[in-house]
């Protein structure tokens, strides 16, 4: 079965820092992948999804970016944090044919 | 376009008390829907599915049919313990929209002794 591995676990950075989110994934191929973030009590934001290596679609616009440089690894990145960035970074991944989306642990991003 | 409407919270029960969870949903053509729970400091876990009308899903107690009728899928459970408390999410997906998956704003429910 299909795993999902994110990391790091927590992260603490100060505004105006870079940031790199990994997201690698096993136990499939070809997969879908979307990162989503969830602010603090509040529900989930699709921010990119990928059907393909180096295939990105993006849903909000901001100082975020995403790249998937091999099939099974998804990557988000921003050259300068904000304070908004802060909260909970969720990668999900969907299989061919499948109707669910499974949820890796997730990163917890302050920006402080 | 697609969306999911889900009952506000906090929602704070008794422990053995009934729960409903209340998600409606707008799509344009069939969609399948899900209820995920996050349980604190974690990711998303599939709690149950169902993909076409009058389905019922259910695991671990907890129960939702899909009412095409009343684009509805409601999630209940009989008997809430303290082990339940966590956020819950209403979700769909659709192949029309290349199986974008569209997600409630979440109910934290808190089930107490």
């Known amino acids: 079965s299909q795993t999902i591995h994110q990391w790091p676990a927590t992260l603490v950075q100060p505004v105006g820092s870079p940031l790199s989110l990994e997201c690698t994934v096993e136990?499939?191929?070809?997969?879908?992948l979307y990162w989503y973030r969830q602010a603090a009590g509040r529900g989930l934001q699709l921010l990119f999804y990928?059907?393909?290596?180096?295939?990105i679609s993006s849903e909000v616009p901001q100082n975020l970016s995403a790249s998937r440089p091999q099939d099974r690894q998804f990557i988000l990145s921003s050259k300068k944090l904000l304070l908004s960035d802060s909260g909970f970074y969720l990668c999900a991944l969907l299989l061919a044919g499948e109707y669910e989306q499974f949820f890796g642990p997730g990163t917890r991003l302050t920006v402080l | 376009g697609d969306s999911v409407t889900q009952m506000e919270g906090p929602v704070t029960l008794s422990e053995e008390a009934f729960l409903t969870i209340n998600c409606t949903y707008t799509?344009?053509?069939?969609?399948?829907l899900f209820w995920y729970v996050q349980y604190p400091g974690e990711g998303l876990q599939l709690l149950l599915k169902?993909?076409?009308?009058?389905d019922k899903g259910s695991n671990k107690g907890f129960e939702a049919t899909y009412r095409k009728e009343t684009t509805s899928f409601h999630l209940e459970k009989g008997s809430v313990q303290v082990s339940d408390s966590a956020v819950y999410f209403c979700a769909l997906s659709e192949v029309d929209t290349g199986n974008q998956f569209y997600f409630g704003t979440g109910t934290s429910l808190t089930v107490i002794p």
């Open positions: 990928s059907v393909g290596i180096g295939q």
């Open positions: 169902a993909t076409k009308a009058d």
């Open positions: 136990g499939t191929s070809n997969p879908n």
């Open positions: 799509a344009t053509g069939y969609p399948s």
